[in-house]
């Protein structure tokens, strides 16, 4: 039997690592390098999130432009990867009973073409996304990842963009290579749970009920981090973690990545 594909989440940052080739673009490039080429993408963003369940069922998605105040340069990037509908219809299968809808308006956002544009920069591998439901708590997201399991031994890659740490309102952009002492701290508390296999601990982090000062630092709304739960759910027994790009930038965004397999 062959092995599952890898699951993978990747630390995003800004959308200007998607034009750039820098510490943070070269450590993608790297990684993906060393995967076997997916039949298919699920991607869960820290930028689709709404009240429900949907995935993308189009056959060509379009590159959305979430954003403003960037140059021309990066709203005229297009990332033209086909869709998948045969697999939007297996992630409702797998997701059922809950209603997952079919979306035919969203397309790919910029957590991950920023990204895709450095794993594969071909835009030939189908892409689908699945959005974060912000109606429901930690638990439940984890909880929901394990029904998507079943994609890795199917060839796809699960893929999930976001930032461990991620505040904006306490950015240093002077200083791209600074870590604010909390932000430090709470990325390596996020590190050793990776490296543990303590689900339960990631999931408490961004709990609301966590009293922790550092996690609600590093953690203000919970969109961005939510994807990191979806990829270490994934994590088998005997299975390895990779971590990569361990670092915080401006002060208060973690670059953190991990690959499960």
Known sequence: MPSPMPALFVGHGTPMNTLERNVNSNAWRRIAADLPRPEAILAISAHWSIPGLAVTAMDRPATLHDFRGFPRELFEFRYPAPGDP???ERVQALLAPLPVASDLEWGLDHGTWSVLAHLYPGADIPVVHLSLDSTRPPAWHAELAR?????RDEGVLLLGSGNVVHNLRRMDLAHPECALDWAARFSARVREALVAADLDALVDFVSEENPDEDARLAIPTPEHYLPLL???????EGEDIRLFNDRVEYGSIGMLCCRMG
């Open 86 to 88: 045969a697999l939007a």
């Open 147 to 151: 029904h998507l399991g079943p994609l």
């Open 230 to 236: 979806y990829i270490a759910a994934q994590r088998r």
